[in-house]
């Protein structure tokens, strides 16, 4: 089962996205999901990631107080993405994981983020 991350565009910088991640409820409902992203050239790098009741938020120190993950009862895990800079751009992934001793996995096709300066 893969995660579909949607929500991705072309914004100045300073700017505002909100990402969103789905999947079935079956992995939602008892998993950790983080978000990644991967710039041109770059390696993967963790973004921010939520447990399964909405607690436990980690970020990364990168996006600490401009960004904010958070989850529904709908099987959805957004990424509020505040005062982007240029430095934020690439493509954002979203996957899940049942506890901290597995890998993340489901991953999808990514959305892009693209923040102009």
């Known amino acids: 089962v893969q995660l579909q991350a949607s929500g991705g565009g072309l914004v100045q910088a300073g700017g505002s996205l909100r990402l969103s991640c789905a999947a079935s409820?079956?992995?939602?409902?008892?998993?950790?999901v983080g978000w990644f992203r991967q710039a041109l050239g770059k390696e993967r790098e963790f973004v921010a990631s939520?447990?399964?009741?909405?607690?436990?938020p980690l970020y990364a120190d990168s996006v600490k107080g401009r960004f904010t993950i958070s989850r529904d009862n709908a099987n959805t895990v957004y990424l509020q993405m505040n005062n982007l800079e240029s430095e934020d751009t690439g493509v954002y992934y979203c996957?899940?994981?049942?506890?901290?001793?597995?890998?993340?996995?489901?991953w999808g096709q990514g959305t892009q983020v693209t923040v102009s300066s």
């Open positions: 996957a899940a994981r049942a506890n901290w001793k597995m890998p993340y996995d489901g």
């Open positions: 409820g079956r992995i939602f409902s008892s998993h950790t």
């Open positions: 939520i447990g399964w009741s909405g607690n436990s």
